[in-house]
């Protein structure tokens, strides 16, 4: 499928400050960025770092003092294929490729370490596979309260678990806990997403099953076929659309995405292979 | 029912220390202390407070360096009423009575204000009653398990909603947590227990229902009727069964519990009030 | 001194909803109500409940959905003893009034038995009295940063000790969490302060010293002469100016404190006495 | 320098369990593996994975219910450049390689974002650059006490702020945590240490500065020139030195660590650049 998308923020700056942004939609072989202008007000020059596997494009500009604005545009083709979920199997520990482990531990906002029994309390004796991470959206679509303004920044899957209200972000930190309790691998998914109310960026996760990953919206606010990932990560930490070093102050933040075809994405209970 | 009781507590001082005990039975209308003796080698002065409300008897020390033996023996009856649970309101908090309302405050180990959603969105669909408190005890009986050293003093109802283990101390906390989180005052209590295996000081909980308070007891290690109250409290923090200043060790612990007459406590689904 | 002072609260109510209000200056050896007025509209019944021993005034009253004014006034008396606070020393353990202990256990906001080790560090080699308390109220004015809406009602000392930003209520938890860390008995106290910016109820905390209790405040933004009391607790648990079991919305809230006499309150280096 | 240094681990396994191992050397510019081996008791096949940019090594084995022994040796030659600390400098973030910058993210044990104020109020006013990390780590080894014991694997640096008390690993998770707060990259590092007493696997860490990695050590436990490092990782999640997929028990653990040459290595003000 293909969208139009884009961001716009607005800044103004007390003092000379440094971004890392994180906005960019990512190259894969799934994500095509058939075209895309990135424009920045005043006219600044930036670095861009791909990072080496995931390929989240992060972008380095040194904004003076003053107002800063960044607009983002970009045309993508999105191609996940679609798959029946059934066949679907987890890996056992014994045989994960080697370099999906590091998504089985612990981050900051994903302390499954202290989530095992529950985990296990909650879905241990589900049959293993992909129903198995749906069964786990489906336990936080359930059980947690989808609320503006609910949490913060630090608010973590431990406190969720308990707090049982929050955002996107905080319904995937859940979904990525629980995973790595019962030993699937799993990680966090910044991006576009289409039909958003109201608009802003998403966060979902994705769940290393079979030979792949897939895509999970615990949220079940938008079609998963809508999502155009940004950024891969172990949690929310690694793939903030804004970094800032310096005291700016945020003052406006448009993001919209258009969907170009005829076939809309809607709703759908296949699985999303993503990786 | 009648009982005989006692413990025994060897400590060893390295400097001289102030010992606040908490061990002695409480008196009050449901608990009649027959006989009694406290002895304290080597022999030492103590004072006793009573609390104004709940009656817990707190002993303080002042111990020399060396070593320390406090041995305390009581013959009680306890005379509970049992009641058809059946008929047992809660009480909405515009009639509760005032002096019960602190009960309903979150407190160091039950910190009831940030388990409201979670309460709510697993109790709070049930018919309110007694039989709402004892389905949460079943639910904290089915989903937290029982381990001897899976906590320490610092562990509180918070951690135990998520990490689902614990031992009595924590078992009480958690359904005091859930009880105040629905406007059900509820409180500690710090008892000796008949059969408890291995022996030592049990905790469980009372709420507030009807026009009194009701034993509930979320371990299932021991039948009700075989408790014999110590302390009454917001948390465990109220009723240490020894608040020591200094640097004390302790050396040994020992409890016994004898039930003195032909029909011995058994398990009972009857409630059990107790104030 | 001789204050007038009050405070207007308004609610929307969507529901039926019960209030528990302590908003009433508490009546005590060095504080005299001189005139009172409370008024509500709709006009409702309330009831009254003085507690016990710190003789906090709670008011309940049941209002009907739609809109709920509470408005109080009072003239009021305070003459608590300004005292040199060189000879005033801290109670060893063995010596406090017994009836202090309940002022040493951790409680939901002022988690002690967490902090014992940074007390120990920061404050354990001063020497003992009321000046290694005032050395504690320095400390946190010049390591925790005052700034509104840094912290939420779920915001306790243990998170102030590391997070370093907080309002007056945090500031209070932190102290009273260090003395009591310090075996210091500590309590939270709710008040009308006269100068404070912008107008609220304000907190501090008392510490038992000598034979008797002591004002803190570690905000340095009122003369501690200002102060008049409300409630007096283990911490802001038990002195919410509003408890509210129903959906209710606050619409407004206004304070104000005058000062009815020549002399006006102003900053001391004097220990004021207070219980 | 020089070093002969293993471990010899040993677990029982009442069913089959899968093991990932991190406790080889690992292999860089600094650290050259002259001779190794591994022996696994039974004799079972192993499966090793380089993570591609730290280096670090693991194996994962499947072993059979029952008794597991694996030994590890090596000799390795250790050769990080001494430099004189003065000279160099911390980067501002307008300066940071990209691949950087995820180390100033926080981890699950390095909670940096709630550092922040108390980050700047202890160390903002120093001099940026290698001493203000030794600061760090002298604040760290004043302020907390090392303690066997005092800790579990969920303790995090955001406990170990207020706890102060700790192990190694704690420390170095309090040491990164500060250095991210105030914008330094910083990681974890496992390793081997000579004369560490009683002898175990050591934890440190390293600061980006200048344009390359540094050691620190807040313990001050062992000569940082006698440190080999096995894992570099974010914190302790990534390079836990076994990771254990099923029920297995550690009967024994056994390591040592031997110096080959005539110059043992000894404490030093240099700064030792490992990266």
Chains 1, 2, 3, 4 share one sequence.
């Not at 070093?245 to 292979?273: C, N, W, Y």
């Amino acid at each position: 499928m293909k969208f139009n998308l884009g961001c716009q923020l607005n800044y103004s700056l007390p003092e000379d400050s440094t971004f890392v942004l994180n906005i960019s939609v990512a190259r894969n072989d799934y994500q095509e960025v058939l075209e895309e202008s990135i424009q920045i007000e005043p006219s600044l020059n930036y670095e861009e770092y791909v990072s080496p596997w995931v390929k989240n494009r992060y972008l380095r500009l040194n904004a003076p003092q003053g107002n800063l604005q960044v607009s983002y545009r970009a045309t993508v083709e999105v191609s996940c294929p679609n798959e029946n979920p059934d066949g679907i199997a987890e890996v056992p520990p014994a045989e994960l490729p080697l370099d999906t482990l590091h998504y089985l531990y612990p981050s900051r906002y994903c302390q499954s370490d202290r989530l095992m029994r529950l985990a296990q309390h909650e879905f241990g004796a589900l049959k293993p596979g992909y129903s198995r991470v749906n069964a786990i959206c489906n336990w936080i679509y359930d059980s947690v309260t989808y609320l503006l303004g609910s949490t913060n920044p630090h608010t973590s899957a431990f406190d969720t678990a308990t707090e049982r209200a929050g955002v996107c972000r905080d319904f995937a930190h859940l979904g990525i806990a629980f995973c790595r309790a019962l030993n699937i691998p799993a990680r966090f998914v910044s991006s576009y997403a289409y039909n958003l109310e109201p608009p802003d960026f998403h966060a979902v996760f994705e769940a290393y099953l079979g030979d792949r990953w897939y895509l999970f919206d615990p949220t079940r606010m938008v079609p998963r076929q809508g999502l155009i990932r940004i950024g891969t990560g172990r949690d929310a930490a690694d793939v903030s659309f804004a970094t800032i070093f310096g005291p700016a102050q945020m003052e406006k933040m448009h993001l919209f995405v258009e969907h170009l075809e005829d076939r809309s994405p809607t709703a759908t209970g296949d699985a999303i292979a993503t990786g």
